[in-house]
């Protein structure tokens, strides 16, 4: 072995690039102890700065979140800003930064538009004259498209969506990041440190498969210090549109969210039916306001929402 390969961390390691990194009490007997100690402090970055500079007029930023991949999580992000959106005075922004699977320019009907440069950064795209999205997506030759980057190319895209797109002044960002607790969420804590986070938002599906994960989420925002806003279970019941019969396509064999809520304190914001309109307007790129507001699982929206907004004290 290499004098300089890390092997395994103790359980409570401060991690590398702090003050106390091979100076805590846990760094005793540890065998990166001087490989962590000679590295030092990490150098502060000078980009946090200009994004907290650049989100100045941003009054609220909230990270949508799942544990698990295919739980809604992009769909609820779209719909959670088109539901604030038919508010006109309230200004909402969407950034996508799902850099493997952005799905928010088909969601919001805006596919193969592109990135616009203008002398204050990049614009985003305006859906309506309130609601505004930026992804990932915009930058790639095609829908089709799949994006082969390691860790630190991605990072740099993730500051550079942060720091050069010109939003002006929003009420609401809302943040899609993809699935899990991985590098993309590491990086957008970090650079929005000074900026400052309202909290997160956490999807899940009621099944057991869903939740395990979500307490996995949990634990991340907790060791970053993010406040965890609360939870919401897509995909919860299946309505027929005919008979208007109820029944359960994912069984909550362990308590579902509701269990799950006692369990972490994370407070339960709603629950969504799984409904066909859903899927018809992501895939047209429509508003499910605009066209089914008398929907279930529309109201259901409207309920979250002004949770949400109750949480965050956004008028």
Same mark, same amino acid.
């Not at 991690?15 to 091979?22: L, P, R, V, W, Y």
């Not at 922004?93 to 990049?122: A, F, K, T």
């Not at 992501?282 to 949400?308: H, M, N, R, W």
């Given at each position: 072995?290499?004098?300089?390969?890390?092997?395994?961390?103790?359980?409570?390691?401060?991690?590398? =690039?702090? &003050?106390?990194?091979?100076?805590?009490?846990?760094?005793?007997?540890?065998?990166?102890?001087?490989?962590?100690?000679?590295?030092?402090?990490? !150098?502060? @970055?000078?980009?946090?700065?200009?994004?907290?500079?650049?989100?100045?007029?941003? !009054?609220?930023?909230?990270?949508?979140?799942?544990?698990?991949?295919?739980?809604?999580?992009?769909?609820?992000?779209?719909?959670?800003?088109?539901?604030?959106?038919?508010?006109?005075?309230?200004?909402? +922004?969407?950034?996508?930064?799902?850099?493997?699977?952005?799905?928010?320019?088909?969601?919001?009907?805006? $596919?193969? $538009?592109?990135?616009?440069?203008?002398?204050?950064?990049?614009?985003?795209?305006?859906?309506?004259?309130?609601?505004?999205?930026?992804?990932?997506?915009?930058?790639?030759?095609?829908? @089709?498209?799949?994006?082969?980057?390691?860790?630190? !190319?991605?990072?740099?895209?993730?500051?550079?969506?942060?720091?050069?797109?010109?939003? =002006?002044?929003?009420?609401?960002?809302?943040? @899609?990041?993809?699935?899990?607790?991985?590098?993309?969420?590491?990086?957008?804590?970090?650079?929005?440190?000074?900026?400052?986070?309202? =909290?997160?938002?956490?999807?899940?599906?009621?099944? &057991?498969?869903? /939740?395990?994960?979500?307490?996995? &989420?949990?634990?991340?925002?907790?060791?970053?210090?993010?406040?965890?806003? +609360?939870?919401?279970?897509?995909?919860?019941?299946?309505?027929?549109? !005919?008979?208007?019969?109820?029944?359960?396509?994912?069984?909550?064999?362990?308590? +579902?969210?509701?269990?799950?809520?006692?369990?972490?304190?994370?407070?339960?914001? =709603?629950?969504?039916? /799984?409904?066909?309109?859903?899927?018809?307007?992501?895939?047209?790129?429509?508003?499910?306001?605009?066209?089914?507001?008398?929907?279930?699982?529309?109201? &259901?929206?409207?309920?979250?929402?002004?949770? /949400?907004?109750?949480?965050?004290?956004?008028?």
């Amino acid at each position: 072995m290499s004098s300089m390969e890390i092997t395994d961390a103790p359980e409570n390691c401060p991690g590398t =690039g702090t &003050e106390d990194s091979g100076k805590a009490a846990a760094c005793n007997g540890c065998p990166n102890q001087k490989i962590c100690a000679a590295a030092g402090p990490a !150098k502060p @970055d000078p980009d946090v700065k200009l994004i907290a500079e650049r989100l100045s007029d941003v !009054k609220h930023k909230i990270l949508v979140l799942s544990g698990k991949g295919g739980v809604g999580k992009s769909t609820v992000t779209a719909n959670l800003a088109r539901c604030i959106a038919t508010k006109p005075e309230l200004n909402v +922004g969407i950034l996508d930064i799902d850099l493997c699977g952005p799905s928010q320019p088909r969601i919001m009907g805006c $596919e193969g $538009e592109g990135v616009h440069q203008s002398g204050s950064g990049w614009s985003p795209i305006f859906i309506e004259d309130n609601l505004s999205i930026m992804s990932a997506g915009f930058l790639l030759p095609s829908p @089709d498209a799949a994006v082969i980057w390691r860790g630190p !190319k991605k990072n740099g895209l993730i500051k550079q969506l942060l720091r050069d797109v010109d939003w =002006g002044a929003l009420d609401l960002l809302l943040i @899609d990041t993809p699935p899990g607790t991985s590098d993309e969420h590491l990086s957008i804590t970090q650079f929005l440190a000074e900026a400052g986070i309202d =909290g997160a938002v956490i999807v899940t599906t009621p099944q &057991e498969i869903s /939740l395990q994960d979500v307490r996995k &989420e949990i634990n991340f925002c907790r060791k970053v210090n993010l406040p965890v806003l +609360g939870i919401i279970e897509n995909m919860s019941l299946f309505t027929c549109p !005919k008979c208007h019969m109820s029944s359960v396509i994912f069984p909550t064999s362990s308590g +579902g969210a509701d269990k799950l809520t006692h369990q972490t304190g994370a407070p339960l914001l =709603g629950r969504l039916p /799984l409904d066909p309109l859903v899927g018809k307007s992501c895939d047209e790129g429509s508003s499910l306001f605009a066209e089914f507001p008398d929907s279930k699982v529309a109201q &259901e929206y409207c309920k979250i929402t002004s949770t /949400l907004a109750d949480i965050i004290k956004m008028t």
